[in-house]
């Protein structure tokens, strides 16, 4: 699977939106890109994925650049129960469950 | 629909001891993960099963072991404890074994 790179921290303003940047320069035609969150001593949180379309569902909107070499999520107004680390994952979807977690970016909003 | 379920949420056990832990997957789930994760080397994935086979296997001894049971339902054992095998596993489980996983809380495990 291809190598992320995400910023290690950020901080967000609270009601504001979080963009939350990440680098996938090697990414294969076939490999998806999927985000997860992680609250403090909590198992991870399933946030989206997409392949090359942006997607959006009711916590975030994922934004793929067209040469895929990257991706943005975006929570659009944060809360200050969205301070967690979040982990972007770029798998192939038909090669199981294992899920490379990265360091990730630790976000934290301020109030 | 309740979530994935792992017991016991806190154990502690004694090095050279052996332990098991357990994971319910949300209903209708076939798939299910095991991840280990400390603060020196993040979460790291164990293996997964689907429909009692193991599918993938992370680069863990054979002291990690799991098997998966007809009603989906999982259990991992760890023999021979050692100090580092302190850390929260996680377990986690998928619809299908290509779509996304979702996480339980997970057991902590202080090996003293």
């Known amino acids: 699977d291809a190598k992320t790179t995400q910023p290690p921290s950020m901080d967000c303003a609270e009601g504001r939106a979080a963009n939350l940047p990440c680098n996938h320069s090697?990414?294969?035609?076939?490999?998806?890109v999927y985000w997860y969150r992680q609250i403090h001593s909590q198992g991870p949180q399933y946030i989206i994925h997409?392949?090359?379309n942006n997607e959006t569902n009711e916590m975030a909107s994922l934004i793929i650049t067209e040469d895929r070499k990257s991706s943005t999520l975006i929570l659009p107004h944060a809360t200050l129960r969205d301070t967690a680390v979040y982990y972007c994952i770029v798998r192939v979807d038909n090669y199981g469950q294992n899920f490379v977690f990265g360091p990730g970016t630790r976000l934290s909003v301020l109030p | 629909k309740a979530g994935v379920t792992q017991t016991p949420r806190y154990l502690i056990k004694t090095r050279g001891q052996q332990v098991t832990l357990s994971c319910s997957p949300i209903?209708?789930?076939?798939?299910v993960s095991w991840y280990q994760q400390t603060p020196g080397q993040g979460l790291q994935f164990l293996f997964e099963?689907?429909?009692?086979?193991?599918?993938n296997k992370g680069n863990f001894p054979g002291r990690f072991s799991g098997r998966q049971f007809s009603n989906s339902r999982s259990e991992m054992n760890v023999s021979t404890l050692e100090l580092g095998d302190s850390a929260l596993y996680l377990c986690?489980?998928?619809?299908?074994?290509?779509?996304?996983?979702?996480f339980g809380q997970g057991t902590r495990l202080t090996v003293v």
């Open positions: 986690a489980s998928s619809p299908q074994w290509d779509t996304e996983a979702f």
């Open positions: 090697t990414i294969s035609g076939n490999e998806y």
């Open positions: 099963y689907f429909s009692e086979t193991q599918r």
């Open positions: 209903s209708g789930h076939r798939s």
């Open positions: 997409g392949l090359k």
